[in-house]
C-alpha cells in the first residue's frame, strides 16, 4: 500500500515557476515508477510525465517536453515536478500517481495508486 500527497500547488503568472512535491508512504516506494497528470475543468486527465524506479528513464508529454522536470529521491520518498515558462494552458489539478508496470507510462489506467491533486493555476 502506498499513500500519496501533493503539495506545492498555488497560483503563477504565465512564464513563471512552480515546483511541486509528492510525498509517498510505504516502504516499496522505490520499487514503483511514479507519474504526474493533470486534469482541467472539463477535460480527461492526462498524462504530464513519468519516471522509474530507480530514475534511469524519465518520459514526457510533448506539451512540456523542455520546461517541466520530474525528479525522485528515494531515500526521501519524495517526487518532484519543477515546472518552468508556465503558460495559462498548463492550468489543472495536477496528480501523482504510482505504479508497479514498467511500460507505457502514459495511460491513466495502469497506476495503482493515487495523491489527492494540488491547484496549479497560471495566470495570462
Not at 32 to 57: C, D, H, L, S
Request: hydrophobic share 35%; aromatic share 14%.
Amino acid at each position: 500500500q502506498v499513500q500519496l500527497v501533493e503539495s506545492g500547488g498555488g497560483l503563477v503568472q504565465a512564464g513563471g515557476s512552480l515546483r511541486l512535491s509528492c510525498a509517498a508512504s510505504g516502504r516499496a516506494f522505490s520499487t514503483y515508477a511514479m507519474g504526474w497528470f493533470r486534469q482541467a475543468p472539463g477535460k480527461e486527465r492526462e498524462f504530464v510525465t513519468a519516471i522509474t524506479w530507480t530514475a534511469g528513464n524519465t518520459y514526457y508529454a510533448d506539451s512540456v517536453k523542455g520546461r517541466f522536470t520530474i525528479s525522485r529521491d528515494n531515500a526521501k520518498n519524495t517526487v518532484d515536478l519543477q515546472m518552468n515558462s508556465l503558460k495559462p494552458e498548463d492550468t489543472a489539478v495536477y496528480y501523482c500517481a504510482a505504479t508497479k508496470k514498467y511500460y507505457a507510462f502514459e495511460y491513466v489506467g495502469h497506476y495503482d495508486y493515487w495523491g489527492q491533486g494540488t491547484q496549479v493555476t497560471v495566470s495570462s
